[in-house]
């Protein structure tokens, strides 16, 4: 049984019109009660080391615009980070930006399990389920999955705005890339602030790779989207280089 009973996803708009599935793998901050926030200060909740800020919203609004449906994960990275694959070490972080998860030290098998069976699998047998439904409705279904990134990591200023990670998908990405460069203005990372090849991006090899669906990755900068104006200019922006994408 889930904590709190409340389920580890959310899908709104599940029979959408649009040839696209938007999801957003790190959109709330939710702790189970067991877990009493994991011993951290409730402080730490509201950082980027538990949630991807102001991703939510700009995922919502993108979804609204285009009729498309929407997955997104509610429980915080923190608990179990769903755009991690099971081998990785990163899946249950011990610390994250120099922070100690007092909760996530010295799991048994049997925690680390529990995790995974009720937060990580249902997640992603959902996303699974909404690959398909697409797929059967449309010849060439695309997966937006919508991130944030922080401003500055480890004191290093990072200069681009927005990013695109992709791997094997070239095409779409780079038509993003170039459609996002001319409705901004700004500089926008290709594979930055992260690489598609680094080892995460779990929904990139499951849901795209593996079912033959192209799949961009959105990286937004967090600055850019912290209040409902931001959120508002930047989806509007977003929704202009992928409308042309889409038709």
Not at 92 to 110: H, K, Q, R, W
Not at 158 to 173: H, S, T
Not at 206 to 225: C, K, N, P, T, W
Request: with cysteine; glycine share 4%; proline share 6%.
């Amino acid at each position: 049984m889930i904590d709190n009973q409340i389920p580890p996803f959310k899908v709104t708009n599940a029979e959408g019109s649009a040839s696209l599935l938007i999801a957003c793998d790190h959109a709330e901050n939710l702790i189970p009660d067991s877990l009493s926030d994991l011993g951290l200060n409730p402080d730490y909740l509201k950082r980027h080391i538990a949630y991807d800020i102001g991703a939510k919203q700009v995922a919502i609004r993108l979804a609204e615009f285009f009729d498309a449906p929407l997955l997104l994960a509610r429980y915080s990275r923190l608990v179990i980070d769903l755009n991690r694959h099971l081998h990785d070490p990163s899946l249950i972080a011990e610390y994250s930006d120099g922070v100690e998860i007092p909760g996530n030290l010295n799991l048994t098998d049997e925690m680390r399990t529990h995790r995974i069976n009720n937060y990580f699998h249902p997640y992603h047998n959902q996303y699974q389920d909404m690959v398909s439904n697409l797929i059967s409705k449309h010849n060439r279904p695309i997966i937006l999955a919508v991130h944030s990134f922080t401003p500055i990591l480890n004191g290093v200023v990072r200069p681009w705005k927005i990013g695109v990670l992709w791997d094997q998908n070239e095409v779409l990405a780079k038509q993003l890339i170039e459609n996002l460069s001319k409705v901004t203005g700004f500089n926008i990372g290709d594979n930055k602030p992260y690489h598609a090849t680094d080892p995460y991006g779990y929904a990139q090899v499951i849901h795209s790779h593996e079912r033959g669906v192209e799949l961009a990755l959105l990286e937004i900068r967090q600055d850019l989207i912290t209040d409902s104006d931001g959120q508002v200019k930047i989806t509007e922006l977003v929704c202009q280089a992928i409308s042309p994408i889409l038709n």
